[in-house]
């Protein structure tokens, strides 16, 4: 984060607050809902609330939202906490409490009780058909129902029944008793608990009641001490009522902030949308590297880093907008640049034998990463016979032609300078082999300025060249903007968004690779190994191209 970098609207109000002596120290917290895995949007939710924390001084509170039994799992609570941990990798922070709605399932139940005993909740037993049509419209007040008078006798019953399980689903509600006319309609007597028989994934059967988000949101913050509490957008109109109950229960003054949620090209960010793509095998899993979740993204070989620049260059804005999925892989190759080690890997190979070539096997250097003086270099055999790339050689080429072709001489990167003398073919006219004479006082690093040479291409050793599949990845739908393109948004995925290579050959130092590393293949792109890669078969995810293809390929 550059010094200069103007502050977001968020650090302004911090600044303002920490100024005025409102707040001695600030307190964020980051609310995921354990209902699926994170996505590049929660990421950027977490860089924010943990990056405001970490700048002033302050803290942030991990709170798991789990207040629907139904649709939670441990599972997510495990992959959210490995995310989170992943995402803020070296930056020396992280949340300061483990939290769960569900441990103030108590509390929450007491401040219900409060609002009754104030007059100020009722227990329903409108069906939740009733309740919508009792509710008007933006245009049109509401009306008031008989249950809305009840005593707070009655409504302490009733509610202590509810909780002690007499009731189904859905026969009794609790409801606020706000203004039935209010021009927010979430203030038209929101419902604050339900009933749900259903088993929750921490407090076991121990609740047939569950409040409702409204009701927990801004309490759990409460309770405790948020300072500033950041959501999306579409929580605006939630906020008076989450001041609301703050007001009514007279407990610390957590307040609201939003800011737009990101968007981004090309992709969805809807958990509920994500786990149909894993449920119906449009991807195999969460962490499928085309999921724009931040498993998918780790196991693509994007790195933390790489992520949080990405959500620091978008900065926090104050109305929706889309965001190009290029910027992103802008970002990753500009770390990965920095970062990944140099590997030569073919991928659809043509045999080369340099006929004049009689020094058996021998060990040349390679640099490991230009961009790092630090990089050093490894050890990279070279013979007799080595691969090159089909589409490097071209029997009649064109005069601007750089690479190999019938009398011309190329560079072999870190290696010598060849020259294609002749091309053997099959019976069928396929080119099977090429025939190269090298010049022997040309090997990279010596001085060959009377040769003219224009191409370096990448090459691998036959005899010790390592087996390995590819992946390739590319977006994942077709259109630019999945979310308000027409009808079913599975109709848009981009069917070729994944190509795999069964087996291309790469230099013998991969077959040490390890999951944290990251390689470029030079002019292939950046690559790492897969998590289902094993010793017996090697498998590696393109991360990203080296340059941004997309544009030219489809607009
Ligand atoms: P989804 O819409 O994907 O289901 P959600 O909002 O229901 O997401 P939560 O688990 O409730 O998911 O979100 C945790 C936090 O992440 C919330 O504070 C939420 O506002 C924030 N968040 C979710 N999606 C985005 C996004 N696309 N951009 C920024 N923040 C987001
Ligand atoms: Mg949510």
């Not at 308000?484 to 994944?498: H, P, Q, R, T, V």
């Not at 190509?499 to 790469?506: G, N, R, T």
Request: hydrophobic share 35%; proline share 4%; with cysteine.
């Amino acid at each position: 984060m550059s010094e200069e970098k103007s502050l977001n609207f968020i650090e302004e109000i911090v600044e303002a607050d920490l100024a005025s002596g409102k707040h001695q120290s600030i307190l964020t917290r980051f609310p995921p809902e354990p209902n699926g895995y994170l996505h590049i949007g929660h990421a950027k939710s977490i860089c924010l609330n943990f990056g405001v924390a970490k700048k002033y001084g302050g803290a942030t509170n991990l709170r798991f939202d789990d207040t629907n039994p139904v649709t939670e799992d441990t599972e997510y609570v495990d992959s959210i906490k490995e995310d989170i941990k992943w995402l803020l990798e070296g930056t020396g922070h992280g949340w300061k409490q483990e939290l769960y709605a569900s441990d103030y399932f108590e509390q929450l139940y007491g401040f219900a009780l409060d609002l009754i005993n104030m007059g100020l909740a009722y227990v329903d037993d409108s069906t939740s058909e009733e309740i919508a049509a009792q509710k008007g419209t933006p245009t049109q007040p509401g009306v008031n129902n008989v249950y809305r008078d009840r005593t707070v006798e009655e409504n302490l019953q009733l509610f202590s029944d509810m909780r002690a399980g007499k009731y189904k689903d859905g026969e009794k509600v609790l409801r606020a008793k706000i203004d039935m006319a209010s021009t927010n309609m979430l203030l038209r007597d929101p419902i604050i608990y339900r009933i749900k028989h259903a088993h929750h994934h921490r407090t076991g059967d121990v609740w047939c009641i569950y409040p409702m988000y409204d009701f927990a949101h801004g309490q759990s913050d409460s309770i405790e001490k948020i300072t500033h509490s950041i959501c999306t957008l579409e929580f605006i109109p939630h906020r008076p009522m989450y001041d609301w109950c703050i007001e009514q229960l007279g407990i610390y003054p957590s307040k609201q902030y939003e800011f737009a949620r990101l968007n981004m090209t090309y992709t969805v960010m809807s958990k509920r949308k994500l786990l149909q793509l894993v449920n119906e095998g449009h991807v195999s899993s969460w962490d499928d590297p085309r999921m724009p979740t931040i498993s998918g993204m780790r196991r693509r070989g994007f790195t933390p880093d790489s992520l949080r620049e990405f959500c620091d260059k978008i900065g926090i804005a104050k109305r929706e907008n889309l965001i190009d999925f290029s910027l992103l892989e802008f970002c990753v190759r500009e770390h990965l640049n920095k970062i990944a080690q140099r590997r030569m890997v073919v991928f659809d190979p043509l045999k080369v034998v340099i006929t004049n070539y009689e020094l058996g096997e021998e060990l040349l250097l390679s640099e490991n990463n230009p961009e790092d003086e630090n990089g050093g270099e490894r050890e990279v055999p070279f013979s007799k016979e080595i691969y090159i790339e089909r589409d490097d050689f071209m029997e009649v080429a064109p005069k601007k032609y750089f690479r190999l072709a019938p009398g011309q001489m190329v560079r072999l990167k870190s290696a010598y300078i060849i020259q294609c003398d002749e091309v053997l073919k099959d019976a069928e006219g396929n080119i099977t082999q090429l025939n190269c004479s090298y010049i022997p006082n040309s090997k990279s690093g010596s001085d060959t300025s009377g040769i003219n040479v224009k191409g370096t291409l990448h090459w691998v050793n036959v005899a010790t060249a390592v087996p390995m599949e590819v992946r390739l990845y590319d977006r994942l739908f077709t259109e630019e903007n999945v979310g308000a393109a027409e009808g079913d948004f599975k109709e848009y995925i981009n069917k070729d968004s994944l190509q795999i290579l069964p087996v291309a050959y790469a230099e013998p130092s991969l077959a040490e690779a390890t999951l944290n590393e990251r390689h470029q293949f030079i002019r292939k792109g950046y690559f790492c190994l897969d998590k289902e890669s094993t010793k017996e078969k090697l498998v590696f995810n393109r991360t990203v191209t080296l340059k941004d293809t997309w544009a030219k390929v489809n607009r």
